[in-house]
């Protein structure tokens, strides 16, 4: 099977480039690089990735316009008929200003900046993502964002926990994330919103590969399937 992905790059984008990189060196194929104002995608896509940035410098609310792009209009049609897609930083906020993801990503706890690597459990292995990591597993991932206050109401925390959607935690407080949440997962497993960035972390030449296996699990979860 040859395995095809595409990366949404919006006005504002900045981390699209290493996203197709890390697409490229890990899960191989064919990347199609798909601007925001295209009405659709290619044809045949195994894998949609939501790259890091500021889409439309933030405006109203980080993730908020680019969610009413063009392109994402097909992103959700794809999704729902269970094409894996996986938002990262500002991908994760424009998956839940879709509506693909419950939740919201709000400015982070004490209005700073943080831009450092986290320690990140593994919270549920089960699914396409995290297949390749042990259940309690600490990785390490970078962070880079100013909005990723993880915010839901109690009921619906409370949902996804029990349902096993929770696919990452920060192990320590970092931005003000509830329950310190830093992933989390549709109900059908295949969308995936997450604040750090997996893609910077694929080679020990970036100070680690902890984020590779992540990658590494989609492609091999669905080339078997």
Not at 129 to 138: I, K, P
Not at 148 to 174: C, H, K, M, P, S
Request: glycine residues 12%; proline residues 4%; hydrophobic residues 45%.
């Amino acid at each position: 099977m040859a395995f095809t992905s595409a990366v949404i790059t919006f006005p504002g984008s900045n981390c699209d480039r290493d996203m197709a990189v890390a697409i490229e060196q890990v899960c191989g194929g064919t990347v199609h690089r798909v601007w925001h104002g295209d009405a659709d995608l290619p044809e045949g896509l195994d894998f949609i990735a939501l790259p890091g940035g500021f889409s439309y410098g933030d405006y109203l609310r980080s993730g908020a316009m680019a969610a009413r792009s063009p392109v994402m209009q097909a992103v959700v049609r794809a999704a729902e008929r269970g094409v894996t897609v996986l938002g990262v930083c500002n991908g994760f906020q424009v998956l839940t200003e879709a509506g693909l993801l419950p939740g919201a990503l709000m400015r982070n706890a004490g209005i700073r900046f943080v831009c450092r690597d986290v320690a990140l459990t593994v919270d549920n292995n089960q699914s396409l993502f995290t297949a390749g990591y042990d259940a309690g597993q600490q990785i390490k991932i970078p962070v880079a964002h100013h909005d990723g206050n993880y915010f839901a109401d109690d009921a619906t925390l409370d949902r996804i926990e029990g349902e096993g959607r929770v696919a990452f935690r920060y192990a320590e407080a970092v931005n003000g994330s509830a329950r310190n949440i830093a992933g989390v997962l549709n109900d059908r497993g295949n969308v995936l919103g997450m604040m750090p960035h997996p893609e910077r972390m694929i080679e020990p030449a970036h100070g680690g590969s902890d984020g590779r296996a992540l990658f590494e699990n989609v492609v091999r979860g669905l080339v078997s399937a």
